[in-house]
């Protein structure tokens, strides 16, 4: 660790990052253009490529250490990302992935001093401190582990991922009320979520109230049939209290010894199981969370797509100044995360290089029944088509909830695929999340205003809903950009009718 802490001295007083060749940033760009297809034999080319021509591009280290993460070479994956730090002291994405490297590798102690280490540069990262929260509760440090997911939650009060956990953690301190309060909160918002009742049904039985958490178990087996701590837990709840209605006579000749109190019996099967969660993957995106307000609307006004200089200026000419917009682009093009190449007198701009930070918001559920969980691990996809493929066979079958947990691991590999975010979208209007649905198509649409896909997603969404003027809005849209389009007129007649 001597040398993070150097390499955090030495950031103290402004090592800046390296400028990548412009070569390099092409072909790393290209690296990961593949990385987010699922394609990661050709990433890892790619950054292969780009480190013989630019030894020091810290960069195309931590790209490549990704990669080798996905595939469980972690050792290796963690010689990348040293040298990433190596060649930047304060590059936070890599001091992350160490953390998350370690803690795969269950050195607790190396991977909390990595987090720390994030934190201090970052105090504000809230991923950050949920991650360090984990790794708190794993070693059973819950009291911390509280104290880091409050944190989380006081930068933001939104963070189902940190809300999750910590009534994970409130539950081993007893303090049951709490945890119910906190997951109630959650499956407001997110009904079809079968871990946040298992949670709840966990808590239930801390405080002996069997019957609603037979009720909560239940229902978290019955959304994901596939969660087998649910079904096990409800198994030993139910076998539990089947054995003390038998007469005592029966339980005296069957165990030949004074039966224990069934809540104590409970509470000791039910620990074996551990009450880690694991939380969807992506709910939190860590693409550009610590950019400041001037660049996250610079960043977020450039997509894949190449596009000018001018049009940039134009899409934030009210909010910034010349100078604000000059440093910002600055700023982008120095941290990696955006590429600019010029084409006769104009300049274009694109996202480029760096993929940040490892996603990893997950508390392994720590299956007792290891045949099981290996033989789900061979079968679980892992590239994009994989998991897209996935996510459509289960919205067919009309769990969205679980379709929308694989749209949401494919997209962590390419996050700005068009179909894939219209089709979570689609899931999320299945489930009556309409906000969510038009938060997910407008990440599309802010990089292709002119999406159809996007355009019909919103406006079948909207008329599913019975919202006859959003609904005509957006198939209006749609005959803005193709006049004549019969089902855009067709849908259009029907809500204008319902609007008279």
């Not at 394609?39 to 790209?63: C, H, R, V």
């Not at 104290?147 to 989380?152: D, R």
């Not at 069957?254 to 939380?279: C, F, G, N, R, T």
């Not at 093009?333 to 701009?349: F, I, L, S, W």
Request: with cysteine; proline share 3%; aromatic share 8%.
């Amino acid at each position: 660790m001597n040398m993070i802490k150097y390499g955090i001295i030495v950031g103290s007083i402004g090592m800046a990052r390296p400028f990548s060749k412009p070569n390099v940033s092409k072909v790393i760009a290209k690296g990961n253009d593949h990385y987010r297809k699922g394609e990661l034999g050709p990433a890892m080319q790619s950054y292969n490529a780009a480190i013989k021509t630019d030894p020091d591009n810290p960069i195309a280290w931590n790209n490549k250490g990704l990669v080798l993460a996905i595939v469980g070479k972690y050792q290796e994956a963690l010689k990348c990302h040293l040298k990433a730090l190596e060649l930047d002291g304060v590059y936070i994405d890599a001091i992350s992935n160490i953390g998350m490297i370690y803690a795969k590798m269950k050195n607790y102690s190396e991977a909390m001093e990595y987090y720390d280490a994030a934190l201090e540069l970052r105090p504000d990262h809230e991923a950050a401190w949920n991650n360090k929260g984990n790794l708190l509760a794993k070693m059973d440090k819950h009291d911390e582990s509280i104290a880091c997911y409050k944190k989380a939650l006081e930068i933001d009060p939104g963070y189902v991922a940190a809300m999750n956990n910590l009534a994970v953690s409130l539950t081993h301190t007893k303090d049951y009320s709490g945890a119910i309060e906190l997951i109630d909160g959650v499956l407001k918002e997110r009904p079809t979520f079968a871990e946040g009742w298992y949670i709840k049904g966990k808590a239930l039985i801390g405080q002996k109230k069997f019957g609603k958490a037979i009720i909560c178990l239940e229902r978290a087996h019955r959304l994901n049939p596939d969660f087998t701590k649910a079904e096990k837990a409800l198994n030993i709840l139910k076998k539990s209290l089947a054995e003390e209605e038998m007469p005592a006579k029966t339980r005296t000749k069957k165990k030949k010894s004074k039966p224990k109190d069934v809540q104590e019996k409970m509470e000791a099967d039910l620990q074996e199981l551990s009450s880690e969660m694991e939380i969807i993957e992506s709910e939190y995106d860590h693409i550009s969370d610590h950019l400041n307000e001037s660049q996250q609307k610079l960043f977020e006004s450039i997509g894949d797509d190449p596009i000018s200089r001018s049009d940039i200026k134009k899409s934030v000419k009210d909010d910034m100044s010349e100078s604000t917009f000059q440093r910002g682009l600055k700023d982008l093009e120095e941290r990696g995360m955006v590429n600019k190449e010029k084409k006769g007198r104009y300049v274009y701009y694109y996202r480029s290089e760096t993929l940040g930070a490892m996603d990893d918001e997950i508390i392994e559920l720590d299956e007792s029944d290891k045949g099981k969980k290996k033989k789900k691990k061979l079968t679980e996809p892992k590239d994009f088509s994989g998991l897209v493929n996935r996510a459509k066979s289960l919205a067919k079958k009309g769990r969205h909830e679980e379709a929308i947990s694989y749209y949401k691991k494919a997209l962590k590999i390419n996050p700005y695929d068009e179909m894939a975010l219209c089709m979570r979208a689609q899931s999320h209007y299945e489930l009556g999340e309409g906000n969510k649905a038009m938060s997910s198509v407008s990440e599309v649409l802010r990089s292709r205003p002119d999406s159809l896909p996007a355009w019909f997603t919103l406006a079948n969404g909207s008329f599913q809903l019975k919202n006859w003027q959003d609904a005509a809005d957006c198939y209006g849209k749609i005959l803005e950009i193709s006049p004549g389009n019969a089902d855009a007129e067709k849908n259009l007649d029907i809500c204008l009718k319902e609007l008279e």
